[in-house]
């Protein structure tokens, strides 16, 4: 069974820095397509990242730049370094992997970007 556990949430003054991990299980990481994406109460969940197993990242374009996903093969785990945080950039922000089965979300972390 796939499990996603997302960390490293928390408040931070604008121009600050956070790094978000994702504990996978359950799956092949080293092949999978790891995806970090955020939501805000009213709103639609938005995508943020993603890398593939070769690497490959692409970013929407607020966060280019500034925000920079990674992966560790060895601890099954993928980051999310964001640098430069904005008030905006404020949300609960989900781990997912998209499987032959369907999609797996982690609980999701809060960012709180505030002064």
């Known amino acids: 069974q796939v499990q996603l556990v997302e960390s490293g949430g928390g408040l931070v003054q604008p121009g600050g820095s956070l790094r978000l991990s994702c504990a996978a299980s359950g799956l092949i990481f080293s092949f999978a397509t790891m995806a970090w994406y955020r939501q805000v109460p009213g709103k639609e969940r938005e995508l943020v990242a993603t890398?593939?197993?070769?690497?490959?990242?692409n970013y929407i374009d607020s966060v280019k730049g500034r925000f920079t996903i990674s992966r560790d093969n060895a601890k099954n785990t993928v980051y999310l370094q964001m640098n430069s945080l904005k008030p905006e950039d404020t949300a609960v922000y989900y781990c997912?992997?998209?499987?032959?089965?369907?999609?797996?979300w982690g609980q999701g972390t809060q960012v709180t970007v505030s002064s």
């Open positions: 997912k992997t998209p499987q032959i089965g369907g999609d797996h």
């Open positions: 890398i593939t197993g070769g690497g490959s990242t």
